[in-house]
């Protein structure tokens, strides 16, 4: 990112916060945080501490509660539609199917933001459905019913739709919280090489819970806490006195070549 390019999202004095009255809940208070072009970042922290209303407040979702939040260098709030739907994707923790269809004609409905009137070319989109499908193992699934998927085989498939969407910043709500072992794998090489990608430079914004697959495939970590915040590239982020402030947790490091493994030992609360 040069000087002249605003960041693809920033967040400026974010506060986020749920309910109302006496139910009122401040979640994050007087956030500031920049994502450049190329960074993937992993929201870490414990339940219930506002991950998912975090992401839901920064796709435009949710009106924050002071602050503001800008994409691609504009307000949020006040970019259509359509606008946000080039600029950003959502991957939901949880699909919901109201009625059947293919997985094929699932994944092309992704390609919405981009068709317009009647004269779009369909086999252009089947095409790249059939890519996205391809890259999150799911090809085999085309003409499957998508109500009669499996929890880890609907959440692929609303990741190939996020991919042929094809939004600047990509936004994932646990992506890999129903993913067997290889599939984890799958999902994050995939995000890392969407980070990667040059011609549009992307970014990627992943809430998770695996500190062992955020350590190995995330540039950066935003790290919440009770009533504060740590972020920075991962390395500095996933020390062991960090994750116990905000997990409540000891953590033992296992080195293993290259790579830091964090093993959670006892609950410190
Ligand atoms: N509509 C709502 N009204 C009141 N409280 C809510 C509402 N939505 C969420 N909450 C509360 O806000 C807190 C944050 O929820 P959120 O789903 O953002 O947490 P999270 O960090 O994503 O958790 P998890 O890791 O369990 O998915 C929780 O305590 C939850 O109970």
Wanted: proline share 4%; aromatic share 6%; net charge neutral.
């Amino acid at each position: 990112m040069n000087d002249a390019t605003p960041p693809l999202l920033s967040a400026e004095q974010l506060t986020v916060g749920v309910g109302s009255g006496g139910s009122h809940k401040t979640l994050c208070s007087r956030l500031d945080w920049q994502v450049a072009p190329g960074q993937f970042w992993c929201v870490l922290g414990r339940n219930g501490i506002g991950k998912t209303t975090l992401l839901h407040t920064l796709a435009g979702l949710k009106r924050p509660a002071g602050g503001r939040v800008l994409i691609a260098g504009r307000d949020i709030q006040a970019t259509s539609a359509q606008q946000l739907a080039r600029l950003r994707g959502l991957l939901a923790q949880q699909q919901a199917d109201a009625f059947s269809s293919s997985v094929l004609a699932a994944v092309v409905a992704g390609r919405h933001p981009y068709q317009f009137g009647f004269g779009w070319d369909m086999e252009d989109d089947r095409a790249l459905a059939m890519q996205a499908l391809d890259q999150v193992r799911m090809a085999a699934f085309s003409t499957h019913d998508v109500m009669r998927l499996s929890g880890g085989e609907r959440q692929r498939v609303a990741l190939a739709t996020l991919l042929v969407q094809d939004p600047l910043l990509f936004m994932l709500d646990e992506p890999t919280a129903h993913q067997d072992a290889a599939a984890q794998i799958v999902v994050m090489e995939l995000l890392h090489k969407v980070a990667n990608a040059l011609q549009p430079q992307k970014a990627v914004i992943a809430a998770c819970h695996d500190i062992n697959l955020v350590a190995r495939y995330a540039s950066h970590v935003l790290l919440l806490g009770d009533g504060q915040a740590w972020q920075g590239p991962t390395g500095s982020i996933l020390q062991p006195e960090i994750l116990q402030a905000a997990f409540g947790c000891s953590f033992e490091v296992v080195e293993n070549g290259a790579r830091r493994l964090f093993m959670p030992v006892a609950s410190v609360l």
